[in-house]
């Protein structure tokens, strides 16, 4: 009986880390830290911070990524941020629209203050 809640135990603590290295909320360094990891293109961080960061709720950013063949890094190659939407779907679904016009690969990031897409996050930051 010890030996399974051991081996239960330990599948609870290993499964609540993994999730523990994405935050709950964005920050201004948020993309920061993505771009520490992938490659992103110089104006990304004014775009992030100028349109999206401090922008009232029913803001939404996508970006489009690939993987950079010479560095096996992902490139985020387009961002688009909306904001002031009258509501949270509105917002996400121009953000994508706007993003699929200049990129490939598009997805939704963040929505409002959270980050919607752990998985992607967790991709651009390995």
Do not use: W
């Not at 499964?15 to 104006?43: D, H, K, M, Q």
């Not at 992030?48 to 985020?76: Q, W």
């Amino acid at each position: 009986m010890t030996i399974r809640s051991i081996f239960l135990l330990i599948v609870f603590l290993i499964s609540s880390v993994s999730y523990a290295a994405v935050p709950e909320y964005i920050e201004r360094n948020t993309l920061e830290n993505i771009c520490g990891y992938s490659e992103c293109f110089s104006e990304l961080k004014d775009h992030y911070i100028k349109n999206y960061l401090n922008k009232p709720d029913h803001k939404a950013f996508a970006i489009a990524y690939d993987i950079d063949k010479s560095t096996n890094r992902y490139k985020i190659t387009t961002g688009t941020a909306t904001f002031s939407h009258s509501n949270s779907a509105e917002a996400k679904n121009k953000a994508i629209r706007m993003c699929k016009k200049h990129g490939k690969n598009c997805e939704l990031l963040l929505l409002n203050n959270k980050i919607q897409n752990k998985e992607l996050y967790e991709l651009l930051t390995k």
